[in-house]
C-alpha cells in the first residue's frame, strides 16, 4: 500500500534543504545590517554643490502676518562659501527676483549648521539623512515664521 505522506528520509532531505538555503542567505542579510550604520559625521565639506531651496511662512510686521514663499538654487562651495545664482521671493503677493547672493554657511560634526546671507537672511540648518536634503529655518531679526527644505541638483 502506498502513502500519501512523505518518507523519513524524504522529511530529512527536505529539511536539510531548507536549512542550507537559510544558512546561506543569513551571511548576507547579517552583512546588510552591519553596513545599514545610522552614525555619520558632517562637516562643510559635506555641503558640495547646487541646491534648489524653496520655503513658505510668514513674516510678522507690526503683529501682522504677511504670506512669504521663496523657491531660490545656492551653490555650496564645500569649503564655508555660498552663491545663489537666482531666486524668486514672494512677501504678501509681491514677486522679487534677485541674482548674486553671496553668503557664508558653517556646519558641525553633529550635522547641524547655519546659513548668513551677506546683507540678507539667516537660517539655521539641518542636514538630512541622505545628505542631499537640508532642512532649514529663518532665524535673525524680525519675526520670521519661515521654513523648507533644499534638495541637491549637481556636485
Not at 507690526?62 to 562659501?81: C, T
Not at 524668486?88 to 547655519?114: F, H, L, P, Q
Amino acid at each position: 500500500m502506498l502513502s500519501h505522506y512523505p518518507t523519513r528520509a524524504a522529511l530529512g532531505t527536505t529539511a536539510l534543504v531548507i536549512f542550507a538555503a537559510m544558512m546561506l542567505t543569513a551571511p548576507g542579510s547579517a552583512q546588510a545590517k552591519d553596513n545599514d550604520n545610522d552614525t555619520r559625521e558632517c562637516s562643510v565639506a559635506t555641503l558640495q554643490g547646487q541646491y534648489v531651496f524653496h520655503a513658505s511662512g510668514f513674516n510678522i510686521l507690526a503683529g501682522v502676518a504677511q504670506p512669504k514663499a521663496i523657491v531660490e538654487l545656492i551653490h555650496f562651495n564645500g569649503d564655508g562659501s555660498l552663491y545663489s545664482p537666482a531666486a524668486t521671493v514672494s512677501i504678501n503677493g509681491v514677486v522679487g527676483r534677485s541674482s548674486g547672493s553671496v553668503g557664508r554657511y558653517t556646519v558641525t560634526s553633529d550635522c547641524i549648521g547655519a546659513v548668513a546671507f551677506d546683507h540678507g537672511p539667516m537660517f539655521d540648518l539641518f542636514v538630512g539623512f541622505r545628505q542631499t536634503e537640508l532642512y532649514l529655518i529663518q532665524t535673525g531679526p524680525g519675526s520670521p515664521v519661515f521654513g523648507g527644505t533644499a534638495e541637491r541638483l549637481s556636485r
